[in-house]
Structure formats: structure tokens, C-alpha cells
């Protein structure tokens, strides 16, 4: 028997290997969009308003000219042909441009992205009206150095999203203006000015003060009021209304910035030890920044933390910016400088190598302050902190070198639609680890204590009525703090996307910035190898959890319970599995399209914005919700295709948990009868696919006044109880009555009173 159930276990996993095998050499690998792919979804119109056909492709990367019959209007470009265009999914943007001689945005289409912003509730048509305020704007003065980038406008919820977008748009277009490829642009490469070196024997390190007064440190001291009045005067009434404090002489912001590749400021910000650590992993000409702020306002926001990018800070030099992301910084505790403040947020920022950079050059760094103005919507504001090296740290200045022809710039040879390289510092997500250190302890115990409840339930399930209340209190944890507060609540689109990164290129760092997630699917994944998917679907699932306990309080308000025939419930089961496989191969197809349809779960609307989103969304929501309070969780049972996801890989678990009696189906039906989620058949075996380990049948599996074999074992050992007791010996009596005559016994007994307690 055990010979056998190991054959079929082999079979199974032979079967999933084939399947791991088979599903990528038929799919074949994502292929990246190209620009003719792009302009077939994209009518000339759409980029020129008068355009009317596209003409043929020019150069490497191609840019397409846009006509309107003979006359070329301008050129039609993929922004990814020219930048990296990386956002929260860690896959390409890809951004159809279309732009005049001059360096003008005509137009822009949105072609294909994997961002999930349709998972939060934020419409698609909101992020391109933001994109579409780029249009209009010239690049050209922005190449030519003489003004700064422009901002697409932020949309609440989405914001690195959108920042990526404007920033690969703007980015693309003023590389392509500076290689001089648009007919009639005369905006050729930014004036170079005269190339400094910094002056090695510098190192003398100075305390706070010093850098300070002698411009090595510039900060940026913004007020409450100060900032509240910036955003009246850009008439922004409702953002200057919602101010950080009351107080408006508060602290806004002490925002601090030096570059610490320098040797003389690193050494006496970082101290030697660090400087040292820091000098070892720059590459020849490579910089970093040290960032240090205080006050109401983080410079550091959470976009980083959510999808690895820091939203609020932009590096600006030449008319290009740059965002950091979470493998470019590293948290650094306290600044080793003589006086130095304590300061809330100190981070220091490595420069990429495919950002060009001089630190001896003027450079800012652009604070973005974003404030609440109606709802979830918020309005934003720059405020530039500008830098120049002083002088002391440069070598004397060269005479200055007659300026050279233009010269086309070399195009990068970065696979096109791919991922900017990375340097090779260590892997810094294990800093946001740190900073959820609280949320991470809180949910290995939850983990740890359900772990107990599982390998102990024969205990528990001996008292019913604590392992109730234990159950209840579990939920209510799981729906409030998981769900609603952190927001963990996992989603189909979760194991669509690692199988898709498993056919693309799979990458450990974008599944380990959430750290709860990363977490919970790794003890999803633990669970399936010994109990199936019921301790998630059954524990650990927000959703599932806001279903069973809206059940209870109908029960408790007296709502009719409705129990469905075996049949029809039995042929309901397959429809989440439908859903599931229709999702899983549209994933195939296009993973972002997956995602649209992947609403079919309601968990974003209930859980992760808790009903704030738009009616259609919360009604749906509703609507799964409703059958739920007559059937208990009527959505887990027929419609979850996250539960069919998981059900598939459980039926490989390891151990058999669950106890059953002989008796149980044949002939007694209480356990199958008494299932909240129907997953016991006629027959008596328990579907593992369908079981969501609520632990129901156990209970009754201990109760020797429900289940009715243990209540003919607890009548038989009564019975030998009683029989195998020693029958009672006769009283004795007392020595002193068997020293009475008999005659006396018999007088005593005549004038004794009657035993009225007997009586």
C-alpha cells in the first residue's frame, strides 16, 4: 500500500516536471516589443493630429518618420529603444513618443506595461492624462541645458508609476535630440563646460560646522508655513489647507545633502571605516550622494519600500534626472561628523554607472513634497536643494579647449525593452527587511502560533467551545492587522507573475522587497507540503476570513441557513478551477491583460483599499459577499481561483492530519452534514481540494455527546465500568450495639424518633 501511494506520488511529480518543461518550449520565451509591433497599435493621429501615414524606419535604435503625405510632421519613437524604462513590476514600459525637428512631445501612446496600478483601483485613464500633460513640453531647451526636466503630473496611489513613465519619456526624447538625428533641431549636446578634477591630497576631514560654512554640506530648511504658502501661490488652495502641523513655524524639513565620493567630506561624514568600505565598491568615476533629512516630511517616502524606487528625491544634472532605487542606497545610522545633529533619515546613494554624472559640475537635487488635497488625491511641488563643489576640494582649472563638432552620442547597448544594469553592491532589500523588522516579528509569531494550532489540534479539538473562540480570534487577526492594516493579503496575480518570471527571467529581488508577502508565500508554500491549501485558504486569507466572520454574525441575527444538493454543489466546485485556467492562459498570452480580468477577485476592493474605490468595484465586491451570509464562504467554494491555484499543488501534501472512524459515510453522515464548507463526500472521505482545515470535523471526531461512535465507546466503557466496580459489602455494626443484649437493642430501636431526611 505504501509501495503504491508512492508510485502515484512519483507519477504526480513526474507529470508537474514534464508540464514545468513542455509549458515554456510551447509559450516560448516573452519576446520584447518592437517598434513596428508598437506602431501598429498606434494610428499616426494619435502622435500628429494631422499625420496620416508612418514612413520608413531610420537608424539604430530606429526612429520612424510621421507624415502627412509627403511633408514629415516629426518622428515616432519606442521610449525603450533609447532609456530603461523599469517600473514596480521589474518589467520594460514601453511608451510610443512622437516628436518634432524642433523637440517637441506631439503625442504619446501607452503600448504595453505590467505596472499594477488596475490592482490598486487606480483607473489606466488617470495615468495617461498625467503622462498627456508632457505634450506640448520642449525638450529642446531642456538638452541644451538651459532648463530643468518637466514633471508629469503625480497621480495619488500610482505615483511611481507615473514618475517612471515621464521620466523614461523625458530621458528618451533628450537623448535623441542630443544625438542630433531630428532633422532641423538645433539642440546638439548641452555646453561643456571646462573639465575640473577633484584634487587627491585633499583628505583633511572637518567637523559639522566647518562643512557646513564652507559649502561642503548645503541643506534646505523648509518651515510648515513656508511650504503651505508655496502651494497657495501655485494655486493649490486645497493642498495648502492640509498642512503637516498646525503649528506653521514647524519643522517641515531639514533636508542635508553631500557627495561623500569625495574623499575629504566622505571620510568625515562617514568615518574611515565606512568611507573605506564605501571607496572599495565605486567603480573608477563613480559617485554617491549622501542624503540626511529631519522634520514632518520624509525625503524617503515608502515607494521604495512598496516597489523600489524613492519617489520623492530626483538627482538633476544637464537636463537629465535620476531616481534612485533601493539597490542604489544604504541606510547609515548616525553621521560620524564632529557636532553633527541627530537626524531622523540619513541614507547614502551610489550613482549608477549608466547615469552620467560629474561631481565636480553644478548638480541639484529636487525635492518632491506631495500633500493630501480631497480624498486619496494629492497635489505636488518641487523644491530644489542646488550644489557646487567648493573650490578648495579641485585641482586648479585647465585652460579652456576650443569646443568640438558635435558628435552623435554612442548608443548605449543595452538590450532593447531591458532593466538598466546593476552595480554590484550587496543586496541592499535586506534594508527594508530591517525597517518591517516590527510587522515581520508580529507575523512570524501569528506563524508560529498556527503552526501549534496545527500540530496540536488533537488537544485543542477536545474542547470545543476554546477551540471556537481560538479560531474566531485568529480570524479576526488575520482580517484586521493582515488584511486591512498590512495590507498582505495575497492574489492569483502573485502566482501568475512567478510563473511568468519563471519563463522570463526569474529574479529573487523584486519577490523579496515585500517582505509579508514574501513571508506568507513561503509559508503558503510550506503548508501545501503537509496540509494542502487549508491554512491559507482556511487561516491566513484576509478575504476568507471577512467571509466566515460576516457568516457568523448572520447566524447570530438569524439569517436562514441554505445547504446546497451534493449535486449541484458537487458541479459548482469546477467553475474557480475554469477561472483559474482561463486566467493562467491569458497570463501566457499577456500577463498584463491577466491582470484587468484577474478583478474577477474582490480581495483589492474589501481588503486592500477596504471598499474606498469606485461603486462598480465595491458592488462587485458586495455581490461576492452577499451569498456568503446564507452560504458560508459561497466565494471560497465556487469562484476563488486563487484557492483552485493552490488546491492543485496540495494534492502533493505529505501527511494525512484529518482522523476519521470507520463508521464515518457508512453509515454516519454527522461530519459530512456538519462541514461549513461541504468538503466531506457521501462516502465519507474529505476532498483535500475543497477542505479549507476549519477543524469542524475534528471537534466531532473528540465529541463523545455529537459523534455517534464516540458515544457507543463512551456507553461501553461505562458499562464495563459499572460491571467491573466491586459490589458494596453489607455495613457492620457498631461493637457497641453487638454488646447489648437484645432485649435492650430492641427498647432502644422502640423510642428512637422517625428519620424524617429518609422520608
Not at 443 to 450: F, Y
Not at 460 to 482: E, G, I, M, Q, S
Not at 718 to 740: D, L
Request: net charge neutral; hydrophobic share 45%; charged share 20%.
Amino acid at each position: 500500500m505504501a509501495f503504491s501511494h508512492l508510485l502515484q506520488s512519483a507519477r504526480r511529480g513526474l507529470w508537474l516536471a514534464a508540464l514545468c518543461l513542455l509549458l515554456p518550449l510551447v509559450c516560448g520565451a516573452a519576446q520584447a516589443l518592437t517598434l513596428a509591433e508598437a506602431l501598429d497599435k498606434t494610428p499616426p493621429t494619435q502622435l500628429f493630429a494631422e499625420a496620416d501615414a508612418y514612413g520608413t524606419p531610420q537608424g539604430d535604435p530606429a526612429i520612424v518618420p510621421v507624415l502627412k503625405g509627403d511633408q514629415t510632421l516629426g518622428y515616432a519613437y519606442l521610449n525603450s529603444d533609447f532609456t530603461a524604462s523599469t517600473g514596480y513590476s521589474g518589467k520594460p514600459i514601453r511608451i510610443v513618443v512622437g516628436i518634432d525637428a524642433k523637440g517637441v512631445i506631439r503625442g504619446i501612446n501607452l503600448v504595453e506595461h505590467h505596472e499594477p496600478i488596475v490592482l490598486i483601483g487606480i483607473p489606466e485613464a488617470k495615468v495617461l492624462a498625467a503622462l498627456n500633460g508632457l505634450i506640448g513640453s520642449d525638450l529642446g531647451h531642456v538638452a541644451r541645458g538651459e532648463v530643468k526636466p518637466p514633471q508629469a503630473e503625480i497621480v495619488s496611489g500610482a505615483t511611481v508609476t507615473v514618475l517612471v513613465m515621464g521620466d523614461s519619456i523625458v530621458r528618451s526624447a533628450v537623448k535623441l535630440i542630443r544625438s542630433g538625428r531630428l532633422d532641423g533641431s538645433a539642440a546638439g549636446p548641452a555646453p561643456q563646460a571646462v573639465r575640473r578634477e577633484l584634487d587627491p591630497a585633499v583628505t583633511q576631514t572637518a567637523d559639522w560646522q566647518t562643512l557646513l560654512g564652507d559649502g561642503s554640506v548645503r541643506g534646505l530648511v523648509l518651515s510648515v508655513g513656508e511650504v503651505s504658502k508655496a502651494f497657495a501661490d501655485a494655486g493649490q488652495p486645497a493642498a495648502a489647507g492640509h498642512p503637516e502641523a498646525a503649528d506653521p513655524e514647524a519643522d517641515f524639513i531639514n533636508l542635508y545633502m553631500a557627495p561623500v565620493s569625495v574623499p575629504a567630506i566622505g571620510r568625515s561624514l562617514l568615518g574611515d571605516v565606512a568611507y573605506d568600505r564605501l571607496a572599495a565598491k565605486l567603480k573608477p568615476g563613480q559617485s554617491a550622494l549622501l542624503v540626511a533629512g529631519d522634520g514632518a516630511y520624509s525625503f524617503k517616502g515608502s515607494g521604495y519600500v512598496r516597489g523600489g524606487i524613492f519617489d520623492r528625491i530626483e538627482l538633476m544634472q544637464d537636463g537629465q534626472g535620476l531616481r534612485f532605487k533601493d539597490h542604489d542606497h544604504t541606510r547609515i545610522p548616525v553621521l560620524a561628523a564632529q557636532g553633527a545633529p541627530r537626524l531622523k533619515e540619513i541614507a547614502l546613494f551610489v550613482v549608477p554607472q549608466d547615469f552620467t554624472f560629474d561631481v565636480t559640475q553644478p548638480f541639484d537635487l529636487q525635492l518632491l513634497v506631495q500633500r493630501q488635497t480631497q480624498g486619496r488625491d494629492k497635489a505636488t511641488l518641487p523644491f530644489d536643494l542646488a550644489y557646487q563643489i567648493p573650490e578648495r576640494y579641485l585641482l586648479p582649472a585647465p585652460e579652456p579647449e576650443p569646443a568640438p563638432a558635435a558628435q552623435p552620442e554612442p548608443q548605449a547597448r543595452t538590450q532593447v525593452g531591458q532593466p538598466a544594469p546593476e552595480d554590484d553592491g550587496p543586496a541592499l532589500w535586506k534594508s527594508m527587511w530591517q525597517m518591517n523588522h516590527v510587522q515581520i516579528a508580529i507575523l512570524g509569531v501569528a506563524l508560529a502560533v498556527l503552526t501549534a494550532i496545527f500540530f496540536f489540534q488533537d488537544v485543542l479539538t477536545k474542547y470545543p467551545r476554546t477551540f471556537l473562540w481560538v479560531r474566531r480570534a485568529y480570524l479576526t487577526f488575520t482580517l484586521v492587522w493582515l488584511g486591512w492594516m498590512v495590507h498582505t493579503q495575497l492574489s492569483v496575480v502573485n502566482v501568475l507573475t512567478f510563473f511568468n518570471a519563471l519563463l522570463s527571467g526569474f529574479s529573487w529581488e523584486y519577490f523579496l522587497s515585500a517582505p509579508l508577502v514574501f513571508i506568507l508565500w513561503c509559508s503558503v508554500a510550506a503548508g501545501l507540503l503537509f496540509w494542502g491549501r487549508g491554512p491559507f485558504c482556511g487561516w491566513l486569507c484576509p478575504f476568507g476570513a471577512l467571509q466566515e466572520l460576516s457568516n457568523t454574525v448572520a447566524r447570530w441575527l438569524r439569517f436562514p441557513q441554505i445547504t446546497l444538493p451534493w449535486g449541484l454543489h458537487e458541479r459548482l466546485w469546477p467553475i474557480k478551477y475554469m477561472i483559474f485556467l482561463g486566467l493562467f492562459g491569458l497570463s501566457l498570452y499577456s500577463l498584463s491583460d491577466a491582470e484587468i480580468y484577474a478583478e474577477v477577485e474582490p480581495f483589492k476592493t474589501a481588503i486592500i483599499l477596504k471598499f474606498m474605490r469606485e461603486w462598480g468595484f465595491v458592488l462587485f465586491a458586495l455581490a461576492c459577499l452577499l451569498p456568503g451570509l446564507f452560504i458560508e464562504r459561497f466565494y471560497c467554494r465556487y469562484m476563488c481561483p486563487l484557492g483552485a491555484a493552490l488546491a492543485i499543488p496540495g494534492r502533493m501534501r505529505m501527511f494525512e492530519w484529518l482522523k476519521r472512524w470507520p463508521e464515518c459515510g457508512s453509515p454516519c453522515q454527522r461530519c459530512a452534514n456538519d462541514c461549513p464548507v461541504q468538503a466531506i463526500h457521501p462516502e465519507g472521505q474529505i476532498n483535500v481540494n475543497e477542505c479549507i482545515y476549519c477543524m469542524n470535523c475534528q471537534v466531532l471526531y473528540h465529541d463523545d455527546t455529537r459523534c455517534p461512535h464516540m458515544i457507543t465507546v463512551k456507553a461501553r466503557r461505562e458499562k464495563i465500568a459499572r460491571s467491573a466496580a466491586p459490589k458494596p459489602a453489607p455495613a457492620a455494626a457498631p461493637k457497641t450495639a453487638r454488646a447489648q443484649p437484645p432485649a435492650f437493642r430492641a427498647q432502644q430501636a422502640a423510642t428512637q424518633p422517625p428519620d424524617l431526611k429518609g422520608a
